[in-house]
């Protein structure tokens, strides 16, 4: 059963304007299955798997296999695997001069883009498909299902609850034994307990000092670690909103874990009722508010706004020069403290939501509203 994704356009779009697309996001986020599904009504295609030894043997000479598929489009998937390939790319696009000559497949943006940007610039565009986003799964899983199993396909969509949380320890294992062993610098073990202590501490500022004594290592050590989580897709980092009032604010960024599943796996959570009853509740509703905006306004930047005086409100964020405020409560009652309504005062956002998991919204007071993740989208479509 194939479910449509909201960025399925925008990429079909992409192909159109540009030689390259590039479709970036974690590991078993549905990227090979949505690109399918799009290569299904073009016959003039092909699909390449950089993890299978006879599609990777093909690319021996792949100067003369691609020239030999010239006028095709060409879907190159695990790209980073093979990353001497884009000058090679660069070289094609520019002789070929014509748009949709290959789509590819990246689950790493750190070497993606950094080969990619040397070799492609203006001739590439990125997308980024995340996990499941709240509105793609059009209502088949319930909020307490989505808190707990998060986004990603094998997880949410699997109906037996031990076998999702099974799936997510399997992936957490996989991506530390097996992906990040690409990148020099890190141990498997180190990272692990990295990872778990970011959930325990999940959308909190991070103290790299504090971190670097808990686990033995240094603090530039620890900001190369969470780089690389973050350019794997598996961290969220939310840098501080600055604005030019003369307020003392706090400076250091908060790190979200991506996925509300994969942060509950790493907690030991396995179920909705422990994740409700967890100290870490507020803060995955946050990230997964966090995780659903990014993915419906990719244009759109996020940054979170703390004076040292209680000023706060969860995000703040800037869209075609805008900038509305984003505060997050895991209640079906919610409230606004003091320091919420401080922060409104300093930022002047054009609008407040509050995103509650909820069905629908209402209107708290001008200029301040209550909404769900399924009236999110439209909500902020209105304002812009």
Aim: with cysteine; net charge neutral.
């Amino acid at each position: 059963m194939f479910l449509p994704r909201k960025i399925e356009n925008s990429v079909l779009k992409a192909l159109q304007h540009n030689p390259v697309v590039a479709l970036i996001g974690p590991r078993q986020c549905g990227k090979s299955t949505l690109v399918k599904y799009l290569l299904e009504s073009n016959a003039n295609s092909i699909y390449l798997d950089l993890e299978r030894p006879s599609d990777l043997q093909k690319l021996n000479d792949a100067e003369w296999f691609f020239n030999s598929q010239k006028g095709k489009l060409i879907c190159i998937d695990e790209i980073q695997r093979k990353p001497e390939l884009f000058p090679l790319l660069r070289s094609l696009v520019d002789e070929w001069n014509y748009n949709g000559a290959f789509l590819v497949l990246g689950s790493a943006s750190r070497d993606l883009l950094k080969q990619s940007s040397e070799s492609l610039a203006g001739r590439i565009s990125y997308k980024r498909l995340s996990p499941f986003l709240w509105q793609e799964l059009n209502g088949r899983p319930t909020i307490e299902n989505y808190y707990a199993k998060g986004g990603f396909p094998r997880s949410i969509l699997n109906a037996d609850l031990d076998a999702s949380y099974e799936w997510r320890e399997n992936f957490i294992s996989t991506f530390l034994e097996r992906d990040l062993l690409q990148w020099r610098g890190f141990t498997p073990a180190t990272m692990r307990r990295l990872w778990q202590m970011l959930a325990h501490n999940n959308g909190q500022t991070v103290e790299y000092s504090s971190l670097a004594k808990s686990l033995g290592i240094s603090a530039v050590t620890i900001k190369n670690y969470i780089d690389l989580l973050e350019s794997t897709f598996m961290v969220d980092v939310v840098r501080p909103y600055i604005s030019n009032l003369g307020k003392r604010l706090v400076k250091a960024p908060k790190v979200y874990i991506t996925d509300s599943g994969i942060c509950s796996a790493l907690l030991g959570l396995s179920s909705f009722e422990a994740v409700s009853g967890h100290s870490a509740f507020g803060a995955i509703w946050e990230q997964m508010v966090l995780v659903n905006l990014k993915g419906l306004f990719p244009e759109a930047i996020f940054y979170f706004y703390r004076t040292s005086n209680g000023a706060e409100i969860d995000f703040v964020m800037k869209i075609k020069n805008s900038v509305i405020a984003i505060e997050c409560k895991s209640s079906f009652s919610p409230t606004l403290s003091k320091g919420n309504y401080n922060a409104i005062e300093d930022i002047t956002p054009i609008h407040t939501l509050i995103v509650c998991p909820i069905e629908n919204g209402w209107s708290m007071k001008q200029g301040i509203e209550i909404v769900s993740l399924n009236e999110i989208e439209e909500k902020i479509k209105g304002l812009i």
